[in-house]
């Protein structure tokens, strides 16, 4: 299967700490992404990192990028109860893009 | 405001009968997806069109079908052929290919009487 693999599956913090989740994959690959689902609701997208690229920020969220490994962490600093939701990285393989299976994120007041 | 549009929010269906989920969006995208969620499983791809009046397989599309005679609607139809249908179906689309960020619809969550 060429879907990506996330770890943890299910992530349990309090309000104000950080929060971090890995992807791994076994293809190359042009690019990674990661999408924030709320129960219930579609994907939104969070931020795209190029194969090229080792790491990237985007306000709370930092994404780093081992190609060698082939692997992807994302991390949530300074969470906030509205971050709760599920965190899914995405690739193109073969093109199309794949998903992983998805970390629960569920953060405590 | 542009966005996707997904309906109807909550599908039931009878055994033996086809139903047809909406997907139109107004983003001028030619790229459109239909994904498949099941608990634990992450999304899986059913179709996907790169342009008008063209699709193609994704790695489950046994048992659906779809058409995209407008760029702006991209309807998925779940025949009875496919056995377990229960599911939460997902609609998406960007500007050309998989490469870029995906815009998603809100979901419609399918059920068997």
């Known amino acids: 299967s060429q879907q990506g693999e996330e770890d943890p599956q299910a992530l349990s913090i309090q309000e104000g700490e950080n929060a971090t989740m890995n992807c791994s994959y076994k293809?190359?690959?042009?690019?990674l992404q990661w999408y924030r689902q709320n129960s219930g609701r579609g994907l939104v997208h969070l931020i795209l990192?190029?194969?090229?690229?080792r790491e990237k920020h985007s306000g709370r969220l930092r994404v780093t990028l081992d190609t060698s490994k082939k692997s992807s962490s994302l991390l949530i600093t300074a969470s906030r109860a509205a971050d709760t939701a599920s965190y899914f990285c995405?690739?193109?393989?073969?093109?199309?893009?794949?998903f992983g299976t998805g970390t629960r994120l569920l953060v405590s007041p | 405001d542009g966005g996707i549009t997904q309906s109807p929010k909550y599908l039931f269906r009878k055994e033996g009968q086809n139903v047809t989920l909406s997907c139109e969006q107004n983003?001028?995208?030619?790229?459109m997806y239909w994904y498949r969620q099941d608990p634990g499983q992450g999304l899986r791809l059913i179709y996907y069109?790169?342009?008008?009046?063209?699709?193609q397989k994704g790695d489950i599309a046994e048992g659906y079908s779809v058409s995209r005679e407008k760029k702006e609607s991209f309807p998925l139809t779940v025949t009875s052929a496919q056995k377990n249908p229960t599911a939460f179906y997902l609609c998406?689309?960007?500007?050309?290919?998989?490469?870029?960020?995906?815009?998603f619809g809100d979901g419609t969550r399918l059920s068997i009487l």
């Open positions: 995405s690739f193109t393989g073969f093109q199309k893009l794949v």
């Open positions: 293809t190359s690959i042009n690019n």
């Open positions: 990192i190029r194969s090229n690229e």
């Open positions: 983003l001028n995208h030619d790229a």
């Open positions: 069109s790169q342009i008008v009046n063209d699709f």
């Open positions: 998406a689309s960007n500007p050309t290919g998989p490469n870029q960020p995906q815009h």
